[in-house]
């Protein structure tokens, strides 16, 4: 097979990198696998590791700091018979550590390059977190301070079924990232080098040494029988098979005819225990059984017991391409918590928009057109008004119609639930006339 580096765009790296060393060496591996460019994504990190995805022929992959893995992940899962390599420096994995221990616990078929030259080679020669104790670097003394991290010792810890370590000046180099492609989940290989820009300057090493060191410590070599299991994209679609896993969902199915041909932007203002969410919910719902497109956005506080409470919805026959809500065409106002967390909504509307608004509740002024509902003389309570302005809403049939609200009360209440809903809208459709 032909090489799959990039002659467009040479490696270019310090004179002395090992970074050079492995981009060369991954070539002499996948060659000697016999694949094609369009076999294999390459995922990247910041910094000098992430420069590998511009110098190979292969799909590609450059992403934030710390974060390759989880992008291969999905790029995994969504394209499976595609061999993942991600390639991350020792600083991408310290800052994605949360990511690295998942992967490892997870088993994803990804192969995974850790290019370890014990510093943040890109940005200064600051400490990592592989840095050594006893070395000099950029960041002072904050490297005696922290205890340096084992690469390996955490991925089987983690649960990791293929971990090595290596330097990058190991002759049959290409044989073992062979290896860890070719395995059928997560593999990490910790590839030892030098940084001459920063590192080395401070603290040589010599190739020689980097092996030396390497053979004091436990030798990982590849397979852990201890971790090896089932990986994880194709077990994961097995059990997705099965009828017992999971919901069975088999959608909502249109039953009536859209009532509008255009979007429409729906906004509840209430507080907590008003049932603003399930409002929201509702009218999707009832948008949905007339084959309409529905987002919903919800905003509380984290003290969900108190505090403003806020559901953005917008229903559309055609595709919701951005789900932001600008100028809304209606907003129901429930609170003064609500209203105040937004204000500046109302100020936005035009003279079409319609505004059902709680008596007693303060707006600010609008174009929109108001409809001030006495809620509490009608005898409907806090957590009853979301369904009641609903009802006013469907009355209008804009945007839907009593009876789609009747089909989304059916599908999200019984018994009891279902039983009271249905009161709320006789109590309203009593009380809430024009």
Not at 140 to 152: A, G, I, Q, T
Not at 233 to 248: L, Q, W
Not at 266 to 279: C, D, E, K
Not at 371 to 389: D, N, Q
Request: glycine share 10%; net charge positive.
């Amino acid at each position: 097979m032909d090489s799959l580096l990039n002659s467009d765009r040479p490696p270019v790296f310090c004179p002395g990198c090992s970074h050079d060393r492995s981009v060369h060496t991954l070539d002499r591996a996948l060659k000697e696998m016999g694949l094609k460019g369009s076999d294999v994504v390459i995922v990247s990190d910041i910094g000098c590791s992430g420069l590998f995805d511009t110098f190979f022929k292969t799909h590609a992959f450059h992403g934030l700091h710390g974060r390759a893995l989880t992008y291969a992940g999905g790029i995994k899962l969504a394209r499976p018979h595609l061999k993942v390599i991600v390639t991350m420096g020792d600083g991408g994995l310290g800052i994605g550590g949360a990511h690295f221990l998942a992967a490892c616990r997870r088993n994803l078929d990804l192969s995974l390059l850790v290019l370890n030259n014990f510093n943040f080679g890109m940005t200064g020669g600051q400490f990592s977190c592989t840095t050594p104790e006893q070395a000099s670097v950029a960041s002072s003394f904050l490297n005696v301070l922290e205890k340096p991290f084992d690469v390996c010792d955490a991925a089987v810890c983690a649960g990791a079924p293929f971990v090595a370590r290596s330097s990058v000046y190991r002759k049959d180099l290409p044989e073992l990232l062979a290896a860890a492609i070719t395995f059928e989940g997560f593999a990490v290989v910790d590839l030892w080098g030098g940084c001459p820009a920063r590192y080395l300057k401070k603290n040589p090493l010599s190739p020689k040494e980097i092996e030396s060191a390497i053979e004091k410590l436990p030798p990982y070599q590849g397979v852990v029988s201890t971790n090896r299991r089932r990986e994880y994209s194709s077990h994961y679609r097995e059990e997705a098979a099965k009828k017992t896993a999971g919901v069975d969902w088999h959608g909502i199915e249109k039953t009536f005819e859209p009532t509008v041909n255009e979007r429409r932007e729906v906004v509840f203002l209430g507080s907590a225990g008003q049932r603003v969410i399930t409002g929201g919910t509702l009218l999707g719902r009832a948008a949905i059984s007339a084959g309409m497109n529905v987002t919903q956005k919800n905003d509380y506080h984290i003290t969900v017991m108190r505090g403003p409470s806020v559901t953005e919805v917008i229903v559309s026959p055609q595709a919701i391409t951005y789900t932001g809500v600008g100028k809304p065409d209606v907003i129901i106002a429930l609170s003064k918590e609500g209203v105040q967390k937004r204000w500046g909504l109302f100020e936005r509307m035009t003279k079409r928009g319609r505004i059902i608004l709680a008596a007693g509740v303060e707006i600010p002024t609008t174009d929109a057109q108001v409809e001030e509902v006495a809620f509490k003389a009608g005898g409907i309570k806090k957590k009853e008004r979301a369904l009641a302005a609903l009802y006013l809403m469907a009355r209008d049939r804009d945007p839907i119609t009593p009876e789609m609200l009747e089909e989304a009360l059916q599908q999200s209440f019984q018994g009891k639930r279902l039983e009271e809903a249905r009161l709320v809208l006789e109590k309203a459709a009593t009380v809430l006339t024009h």
